[in-house]
Nanobody, 116 residues
Framework: QVQLVEAGGGLVQAGGSLRLSCAAS????????MGWYRQAPGKQRELVATITAGGFTNSADSVKGRFTISGDNAKNTVYLQMNSLKPEDTAVYYCNANIDYVGDYWGEGTLVTVSS
């Protein structure tokens, strides 16, 4: 069982920045990958960005150049730095951890609201 604790959501004006963090209860080296997904009202959950145990990253086209995912192995924590935020980035952001042959674990989510 993997527990994920998210922090860092809140209200910010368009153009501003926020940093989300996700602390895992296990070493992130034991995970296949971690990532961030988001779900806006009335929409499906979508991938934002992922990072593998080897440090390879992937992100959605809609956030490329604005959001950066990174990991701190010593703290078992993954971060999502969000810059140049837009109102359409408003959503509940969920941390995800994936383990090969086991499946996915999810955090409870943290709300990000971007005002215009």
């Amino acid at each position: 069982q993997v527990q994920l604790v998210e922090a860092g959501g809140g209200l910010v004006q368009a153009g501003g920045s926020l940093r989300l963090s996700c602390a895992a209860s296990v070493s992130i080296f034991s995970l296949n990958r971690m990532g961030w997904y988001r779900q806006a009202p009335g929409k499906q959950r979508e991938l934002v960005a992922t990072i593998t145990a080897g440090g390879f990253t992937n992100s959605a086209d809609s956030v490329k150049g604005r959001f950066t995912i990174s990991g701190d192995n010593a703290k078992n924590t993954v971060y999502l730095q969000m810059n140049s935020l837009k109102p359409e980035d408003t959503a509940v952001y969920y941390c995800n951890a994936n383990i090969d042959y086991v499946g996915d674990y999810w955090g409870e989510g943290t709300l990000v609201t971007v005002s215009s």
